[in-house]
């Protein structure tokens, strides 16, 4: 263990009741999406007592915050944690659950603010001994998918070289870190597709255009063409969930609506889609003589973790922790998590912190008896002060 390790771990230790009285502060009065005030200005608070500047109403309901006089050449590093709480009405029967009712932190930003908010008195605390610049981003509105523009568009990630983040994992026990390289979670787009045929009778169709028809080929094509060209390594999974059209038996239907969602996890993948797919509509359409329009509402894409920050942060969790507290994941997560945009800016790497209690059954995320074990604070200040401490060593 170096020095710096056995001092990050000492500090933490001492924090340890604060942190926890932090913890329990946030979590009894969660704000939701977009209505983080109190929060912010406690998180403001609490960094400002610790030295750091910081920047309020960033991103809206959001603050930025950096380690005090370090030089202005020095790589910048940025660390990233969400701070709202979901519209779910807490059933854990904890001493410090929700006082706000119909709002709970069942997703864990609690802890998330918690684990910056130790690394920057910890880091704080090591002076001169870290030779480069923390930026924190406290952002708001992660579970709507929001924030994260919000900061960028505020100028969060100006002059960052790289960025860190954790997110809760009730599938790990509390003390246990899951990293996973490549993609974590999946980018979730939305698509509508509309067919324009003509009407005509039933027992005619050589004088209509039949949408219906057309409309079968383009979902055959599309979940055929998934398999036949694109590369099976980087999933892709297309739903059309909604199907609307037609007038009676025996009409030709002349205008369908087609409405899905589409998932993958390749960045590549996620660039390419809506041109891949309005392509064989516009092919298909245009054979059997139909018009379309085509809407693609792009979510937030992949979280897809830089191999090296990745490699940062399972190297410090295992030297903090050892290597059995350290799980490389096999699997991504479908979901999505709106880390995803600052990775556009500046390579990055999101890791899993577990919150499991290792002698009972734990909720999922999202969950009215979601909890979290505590020992994930101290679990998840250590690793990040020390893989930040670790990201400036030459
Ligand atoms: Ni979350």
């Known amino acids: 263990m170096t020095a710096t390790l056995g001092r990050i771990k000492d500090l933490t230790t001492a924090l340890a009741p604060r942190l926890t009285e932090i ?78 009712d119909g709002v709970m932190h069942a997703c864990g930003h609690d802890v998330h603010t918690t684990v910056a908010l130790g690394a920057a008195m910890v880091l704080a605390s090591l002076g001169e001994e870290l030779p480069g610049r923390v930026r924190f981003l406290f952002q708001p509105a992660e579970e709507t998918a929001q924030g994260a523009g919000w900061m960028i568009a505020d100028g969060a990630m100006v002059g960052v070289d790289a960025i860190l983040a954790f997110h809760m994992w009730p599938a790990l026990t509390a003390g246990q870190i899951g990293v996973r390289y490549g993609a974590l979670t999946a980018a979730a787009d939305d698509l509508e597709i509309w067919i324009q045929g003509e009407s005509g009778h039933g027992a005619r169709p050589h004088e209509a255009v039949d949408a219906i028809w057309i409309a079968a080929q383009v979902i055959t094509t599309l979940q055929q063409a998934i398999s036949r ?150 679990t998840g200040v250590v690793t990040l002060a020390y893989a930040a401490w670790k990201y400036f060593q030459p």
């Open 23 to 100: 913890y329990h502060h946030l979590h009894s009065f969660p704000e939701l999406s977009g209505q983080e005030r109190q929060t912010a200005a406690y998180v403001a608070g609490v960094l400002s007592s610790c030295g750091l500047g910081v920047r309020e109403a960033v991103g809206k309901t959001g603050l930025l915050a950096e380690l005090p006089s370090r030089p202005a050449e020095a790589r910048l590093l940025a660390i990233r944690a969400d701070m709202d709480a979901l519209p779910i009405q807490e059933a854990t029967a904890l001493a410090y659950a929700s006082r706000i």
């Open 229 to 378: 060209t694109q590369n099976p390594l980087r999933p892709i999974v297309l739903t059309i969930g909604k199907v609307t059209g037609g007038r009676a038996p025996n009409v030709i239907a002349d205008q369908v609506r087609l409405q899905g969602t589409v998932r993958s996890l390749h960045p590549a993948s996620h660039e390419a889609l809506p041109g891949w797919i309005e392509g064989i509509v516009a092919q298909l359409c245009q054979t059997y003589g139909a018009s379309y329009q085509f809407h693609y509402r792009r979510g937030v894409p992949s979280v897809f973790n830089d191999a090296s920050l990745t490699q940062l942060l399972e190297s410090a969790g295992r030297e903090a922790w050892g290597s059995e507290r350290v799980e490389v994941l096999a699997e991504p997560s479908l979901g999505a998590e709106d880390f995803a945009l600052y990775l556009s800016h500046a390579p990055g790497a999101m890791a899993r912190l577990g919150t499991g209690y290792p002698d009972r059954p734990n909720a999922p995320l999202h969950h009215p008896k979601f909890a979290v074990a505590e020992p994930a604070i101290t």
